[in-house]
């Protein structure tokens, strides 16, 4: 019985823990990492320090930064008996459906299977991180009838993500750019899917057991999933004239606007501020302000519309902007889901780690609103 306990429906500002990784200040609408500001990080960082960050709970040093890449470049490549499976997964598979059972199979193939040290969990999260987005463009290559492509060494987790899906190396300004949105998507405190990764690692199973819950969770559409359907209501809206009457229709309806609202932010998502300023200079670049403009007439019409009711404090969140920036770099709109994840496992696995080093498993209570003191009929009779 747990009838006398207080409950928050969802969890909702309840605390489940302790951690040193990453800070969420909801209310001014700021977030950290370690310390570090994430406007600081974005602007002075690549994807691989934060990585070393989450981990280590510092930045690196030169020397630490190019051990790490390298390891990283080792590590890339999926096992081939890995991608002999993948190969041979349903064509009909979401790339998150994909991408989930892929990662549940690398776990067969880690040479630390096995291996719950420190040390071992700290390799697997070296190599889950280095290969999630080999399996990405795989899975994207092999869904148009072509060869997965081998990564190449030294261009980093966002140029070699680039490669992997187009053949092509990227130019520095598409590698940036993902580069510093992998930076932004890297943490997030106790969203879901980290929530679900620390839950499945508190049992003491493996890392790759939390890493397949965190993508699975990821994919929900109320979560990760939004900014799939982000783009979805772009190109549903068609051009910027119409966001409004389109947004006013769905709101009208009851329906909720893909990549608005948070449950932590009460003020704007600082990921939103860097994401809408890097959608803005990409549409510049490249002429196809469209989507841009789009997102523009999308978000002033909600901020309208939620604002007559009442509801001032839903604001674009880092799904919103990052499916205007993820489309103008050519990636195709069912991957954005995917490359939320390329970045998050940087903060799947450190979350793991972190729960390792100080475990305790996690088991709430629900206050039981079943029926009681029933007796069993025989089957026949019921
Ligand atoms: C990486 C991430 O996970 S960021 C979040 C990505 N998800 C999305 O963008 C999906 C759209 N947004 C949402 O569904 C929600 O804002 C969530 C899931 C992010 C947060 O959910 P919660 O904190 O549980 O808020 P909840 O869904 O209860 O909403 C509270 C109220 O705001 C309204 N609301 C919340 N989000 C939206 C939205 N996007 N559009 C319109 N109304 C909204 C709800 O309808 C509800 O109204 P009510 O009180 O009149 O019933
Ligand atoms: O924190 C959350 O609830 C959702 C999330 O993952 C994010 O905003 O990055």
Redesign the pocket.
């Known amino acids: 019985m747990a009838d006398d306990k207080e409950f928050t429906e969802?969890l909702?500002d309840v605390v489940a823990g302790k951690s040193a990784i990453c800070d969420v200040n909801g209310k001014d609408g700021k977030l950290i990492y370690s310390g570090y500001d994430i406007h600081d990080l974005a602007q002075h960082t690549t994807f691989e320090e934060v990585v070393y960050l989450l981990w280590n709970g510092r930045l690196p040093n030169r020397d630490e930064l190019t051990e790490l890449n390298a390891q990283l470049d080792a590590n890339r490549a999926i096992p081939a008996e890995a991608l002999e499976l993948i190969k041979r997964f349903p064509k009909t598979a979401t790339p998150m459906d994909a991408l989930r059972t892929a990662v549940s199979l690398l776990g067969f193939y880690d040479p630390d299977h096995g291996d719950e040290s420190i040390e071992a969990n700290r390799r697997k999260a070296i190599r889950v991180t280095a290969q999630i987005g080999t399996i990405v463009a795989a899975l994207d290559r092999l869904r148009k009838g072509e060869e997965p492509l081998e990564p190449k060494a030294g261009l980093g987790t966002a140029g070699n993500f680039l490669y992997l899906l187009s053949g092509v190396e990227p130019n520095a300004t598409a590698t940036k750019a993902l580069d510093v949105a992998l930076v932004l998507h890297a943490d997030h405190e106790l969203?879901a899917s980290t929530f679900a990764a620390r839950v499945t690692v508190a049992t003491l199973t493996d890392l790759y057991s939390g890493v397949t819950s965190a993508v699975g969770t990821l994919a929900g559409?109320?979560?990760?999933g939004?900014n799939i359907n982000v783009m979805h209501l772009l190109e549903k809206i068609g051009t910027p004239d119409k966001a409004e009457a389109v947004v006013s229709g769905m709101?009208a309806e009851g329906k909720?606007?893909?990549?608005?609202?948070?449950?932590v932010y009460r003020a704007l998502d600082p990921r939103a501020v860097s994401l809408r300023e890097m959608s803005k200079q990409l549409a510049e670049a490249t002429g196809e302000t469209k989507w841009f403009e789009m997102s523009e007439k999308v978000q002033e019409a909600a901020d309208a519309a939620?604002a007559a009711k009442g509801?001032t404090t839903?604001k674009a969140?880092?799904?919103f902007y990052s499916a205007s920036v993820y489309h103008v770099l050519g990636i195709p709109t069912d991957l954005f889901t995917p490359v939320f994840a390329v970045s998050r496992i940087a903060g799947w696995t450190a979350h793991i780690l972190e729960q390792y080093g100080n475990n305790r498993l996690i088991r709430p209570r629900a206050i039981y609103i079943g029926p009681r003191d029933l007796t069993v009929v025989p089957i026949d009779q019921r």
């Open positions: 969802g909702e969203n559409p109320l979560h990760g939004a709101l909720k606007i893909p990549g608005i609202g948070h449950r939620l509801k839903l969140n880092v799904d």
